[in-house]
């Protein structure tokens, strides 16, 4: 009698443990995620400082803007030439008083403070503010364009 032989059984392999390409030690990986938790933990501490700082401008906006006036003011002031006289720096510092309070109060367009800044960086821009230029800064402040 012929018998057909039985094939072997399949050999039984033990179950498939994930694998890292290239292979690395637990520790690395581990080192790896370390350093992953960390990048986040940088990332929400410089988004808290961000918020913070936009916090702090939007509450001390207006001491800001003060300051910016003024210090455009005295720059436009100190770079005038000898013609200009006491009296037209005394109009030019109070014109520029009422229009930086009128930009606190935000009856001045963005616009308006922005048209005004070129003007300051024109007339400034040879170190000297001639008496026309000073008068023409103080018209525009007393009256800016719409």
Known sequence: MSET???APAPVLPPRLPTTLPFEAV?????????????????AGASVAVIVGLLFLMS????????????????IVAASAPDVT????????????????????????????????????????????TAEELRSLTAF???PPR
Do not use: I
């Open 5 to 7: 032989p039985v094939p």
């Open 141 to 143: 402040l007393r009256d």
């Open 60 to 75: 001390n906006a207006k001491k800001l803007m003060d300051f910016a006036f003024d210090q455009m003011g005295d720059q």
């Open 86 to 129: 006491p009296a037209e720096k005394e109009e030019f510092r109070a014109a520029m008083k009422a229009f930086s309070e009128k930009a606190k109060n935000r009856t001045v367009t963005a616009q308006q403070v922005t048209a005004f800044q070129g003007r300051v960086r024109a007339a400034v821009a040879d170190n000297r503010v």
């Open 27 to 43: 520790a690395q990986r581990a080192q790896r995620q370390g350093c992953l938790k960390w990048g986040l933990v940088g990332c």
